[in-house]
């Protein structure tokens, strides 16, 4: 079952690394050419942290937990 | 007087909240790759009857516990109480903490060890063995419908916000959600679906967390939202009818009285009864909602949570796939945990629209008279994806829908794979084919899984043709929860309860469940009856019914099996406390005990529920 329940958290991480680069790209993207229609508190940057935290998050899941080491394991 | 900003009468009614970009669509397409893939990957390892209803019985308690959570945070108990927050205020909270944790703790501390111990695959798997097959069979045939009208309704709710939300056509959303949902299902069954759920609760609070935080450096914290509240209560009218009705006149839409009459915007007016939860239960006029303290104690505390939450077999069966009993007894404890902290991204994006939000929001009865007149309103369910707009760019916008979408997935999911197993062990097998062999029970859950996501889909239809089916459905559904709960702690805590107890406890129990509910419905000023006062709401109603038929179901059992013969005590082993020696959790350290995480969770609890007083 460890084979399963590792393969869920990489699953998980390999969407949100996916996510957090879509993400931080567009956050970026908005920084250099901002939009002319702008969302509440968008002098934030929200795009760009919450894109960073996905990808912080993506990176630790499937980097810990990747299938090479889990067959190791 | 307010200008109504609100009533936005030049808008198209057919305009939808929030416009998607080409980045959005490909995130939502990412969403649906991923769950499909996640199917197709998971169908070499389910070989076996067990590996497609019990997900193989290997779940870890994290996976088991995310997945017995994630059935129930549905797209619909998103929207729904973030509107009921915006509504209520913050009394809505109480459906995710007295409503919800001491139940999800009996059921792993107390309740788990015997669904674990007796080794069935369902909860009227268990009602078989403690008390034959009439009350497994009752339990059974109405679960089975039950739940696939209420995956249908599920469907059909989905399609509607979709189209709300983003204009999408209705047939478009029924047939791709049901085709991703069938082909994951169908493919790897509970496996499939649990994965799935894990996936979709991350992405659930991924998607929505970034509203309550935007939403509280707005608003300046928690003491600023309450001058907010505090300030739009004041501006919007609410609690004041002639304030709301000169409003509504002045944008030339007639309130419409015999509507307006009984809704909660001409409730109490009084800020603090928004943001406190519980010293306004006193009375029933003393809080928006119309109920008082042994409602929510009581009723939804002691009776409505304790059967959803330790008999809907949606639930209890993730909970069931967890590896060993220490697991199966950490899941719901870790469940409770996060289940506690789920307001943040539902109630609070709620309370944070009635503070914040310019544009007034409305009870659907008002909104639809509006939309009859040509004008158009936002209704309260409509506070989440409005506060998705608010916030959300391209990109999180995109994240944002699929949470919401993520969340339809998996209460769908949940409903079939339920249903599936239903069907199959205490139906099929029992009552048409008691010698088929695993293979040919693995090829049923499959076909029944398919077969009832078209069911599903036909009932969506319906549902399409008349929205009072959606009602009713919702309604019967809550008939059999209280009942059930009473037949199922009764025979796991008192070796004395017969067959025959159990039985007519449960018949009687949903029949005046029933008969409450038609009486009402009938005759309105019932509820005065029911709900012990002139003072309550619809919401009591449903928290009385529940308390007077698991009170019946319990007196009913006992009489009868006090006048019925009992099993001899080694046939109720494993069944019934006194009779069952339970299996050890095994040698573990003090933090990796259930009871230790319970307790904690308890405190926190406490803590929670002592803040917001």
Same mark, same amino acid.
């Given at each position: 079952m460890t084979k399963h329940a590792n393969s869920i958290w990489f699953l998980i991480g390999l969407q949100l690394l996916i996510y957090g680069a879509i993400v931080e790209g567009v956050g970026l993207w908005e920084l250099a050419n901002p939009p002319t229609h702008k969302t509440a508190l968008a002098y934030l940057h929200p795009a760009i942290w919450w894109g960073a935290l996905l990808l912080a998050m993506g990176l630790f899941y499937t980097i810990r937990f990747r299938p090479a080491r889990t067959l190791k394991d | 007087m307010l200008t109504l900003p609100f009533l936005l009468a030049s808008a198209s009614a057919a305009k939808p909240l929030v416009s998607a970009s080409p980045v959005d669509f490909v995130i939502i397409a990412i969403y649906f790759l991923f769950v499909i893939g996640i199917g197709i990957y998971l169908k070499k390892y389910t070989k076996t009857g067990d590996d497609f209803f019990m997900a193989g019985r290997e779940m870890t308690a994290w996976i088991a516990g995310l997945a017995f959570l994630s059935a129930n945070l549905g797209a619909l108990e998103l929207l729904g109480w973030a509107g009921s927050a915006y509504e209520y #205020? /913050? *009394? @809505?909270?109480h459906w995710y903490w007295i409503g919800a944790i001491p139940a999800m703790l009996l059921l792993g501390l107390v309740m788990m060890p015997f669904y674990y111990a007796s080794k069935t695959h369902s909860v009227p798997g268990y009602l078989q063995l403690r008390y034959g097959p009439a009350t497994s069979g009752l339990s059974a045939i109405c679960f089975a419908l039950m739940t696939i009208l209420m995956s249908g309704v599920n469907i059909f709710a989905m399609a509607a916000v979709m189209q709300v939300? *983003? #204009?999408?056509?209705l047939q478009l959303s029924i047939w791709v959600s049901s085709i991703a949902m069938g082909l994951y299902v169908v493919l790897a069954g509970l496996l499939s679906a649990i994965f799935n759920e894990v996936l979709q609760f991350v992405l659930i609070w991924l998607g929505s967390l970034l509203i309550p935080i935007l939403g509280m450096i707005q608003a300046g914290g928690w003491a600023g939202l309450k001058r907010d509240i505090a300030k739009n209560l004041v501006h919007f009218g609410i609690g004041n009818p002639a304030v709301v009705a000169a409003n509504l006149k002045a944008s030339g839409i007639e309130h419409p009285t015999s509507v307006l =009459? +009984?809704?909660? /915007?001409?409730?109490?007016? &009084?800020?603090?009864t928004y943001t406190h939860a519980w010293s306004t239960l006193g009375h029933f006029s003393a809080n928006p909602m119309g109920i008082n303290w042994i409602g929510i104690v009581?009723? *939804? #505390? @002691?009776v409505i949570s304790m059967g959803y939450w330790t008999t809907d077999f949606l639930v209890v069966q993730r909970v069931m796939s967890a590896k060993d009993l220490r697991s199966a007894k950490m899941a719901p404890v870790i469940g409770a945990g996060f289940k506690m902290f789920v307001p943040i991204i539902v109630i609070l994006p709620g309370l944070l629209g009635l503070g914040l939000l310019k544009t007034q929001l409305f009870p659907q009865p008002i909104v639809d008279a509006a939309a009859r007149q040509g004008h158009v309103l936002y209704s309260y369910n409509d506070v989440l994806p409005i506060m998705l707009a608010k916030y959300c760019g391209p990109g999180l916008l995109g994240l944002g829908i699929t949470a919401l979408i993520a969340g339809f997935m998996s209460g769908m999911a949940g409903n079939i794979t339920a249903f599936a197993t239903v069907w199959t062990h205490d139906i099929y097998k029992p009552?048409? +084919?008691? =010698? @088929?062999s695993d293979r040919h029970l693995l090829a049923m859950g499959r076909w029944s899984s398919a077969i009832g996501i078209l069911v599903s889909v036909a009932t969506a239809y319906l549902v399409m043709k008349s929205n009072s089916i959606m009602d009713y459905v919702q309604a019967l559904f809550s008939f059999f929860i209280a009942p059930l709960f009473g037949t199922v702690i009764l025979g796991m805590l008192w070796k004395r309860t017969t067959k025959h107890g159990g039985f007519w406890g449960l018949l009687a129990g949903t029949a005046a469940s029933v008969g409450m509910w038609l009486w009402v419905l009938k005759q309105p000023g019932a509820l005065k009856y029911i709900a012990l006062?002139? &003072? @309550?709401?619809p919401m009591a109603a449903d928290m009385f019914r529940a308390l007077w038929s698991f009170i019946l179901v319990v007196l009913v059992t006992v009489v009868v099996s006090l006048a019925t013969r009992s099993k001899p005590k080694e046939e109720l082993a494993g069944l019934v406390m006194g009779c069952t020696d339970i299996p050890p959790e095994g040698q573990y350290p003090l933090v990796h005990r259930p009871i230790f995480w319970a307790a904690v969770i308890s405190v926190v609890f406490i803590a929670l529920n002592l803040y917001f007083w």
């Open positions: - | #205020g /913050i *009394l @809505a909270v939300v *983003l #204009g999408w056509p =009459k +009984n809704s909660s /915007i001409f409730g109490t007016s &009084h800020p603090s009581f009723g *939804l #505390g @002691a009552m048409m +084919n008691p =010698k @088929a006062s002139p &003072h @309550a709401q």
